[in-house]
């Protein structure tokens, strides 16, 4: 048997990737709780470390760190939050609502100061998003 080596560009390999990851952590375009009490959305992209959330925020949401200070700051102290779930790795009941709530309050917020702003946190186009 031999082994056959192909060569992804970056394109192919990041939509290959997603597509695992999308396979097997499932995917949502709201934010969800994971099995460690992380808030996360996609497939997976967990919103607690500032690397991933800032790319969410700013390509999103167009939401940052310097063009909104106080919806951005609300935001990263729910995203660094630990929620409750069981031993089974599932949010306890009232906790997604409880976090989902607490998003879409900063979100109506923001959607006030403009135009064209979103009133929830929910992605349009989960799949499109190869974040690294």
């Known amino acids: ?14 939509a290959l990737r997603y597509e695992i990851i999308a396979n097997v952590e499932g995917e949502k ?3 969800y709780i994971d099995s460690k009490g992380y808030v ?5 992209f967990n919103l607690y470390g500032a ?16 063009n909104s200070p106080e919806i951005y700051q609300q935001l990263v102290d729910i995203f660094r939050q630990q929620y409750l779930v ?4 599932n949010p306890l009941p009232g906790e997604t ?9 900063v979100m109506e917020t923001w959607a006030q100061g ?9 992605i349009e186009d989960a799949a499109s998003q190869t974040w690294q």
């Open 29 to 31: 375009n709201y934010a």
């Open 114 to 122: 403009g135009d064209d702003r979103p009133s929830t946190f929910v």
């Open 51 to 66: 690397g991933v959330r800032d790319l969410v925020l700013s390509a999103l949401f167009e939401i940052n760190e310097e």
């Open 97 to 105: 609502e409880r976090l989902n709530n607490a998003l879409n309050a």
């Open 1 to 14: 048997m031999s082994i056959e080596i192909h060569e992804l560009s970056d394109v192919d390999y990041n």
């Open 40 to 44: 996360t959305i996609g497939a997976g």
């Open 86 to 89: 069981d031993a089974r790795g």
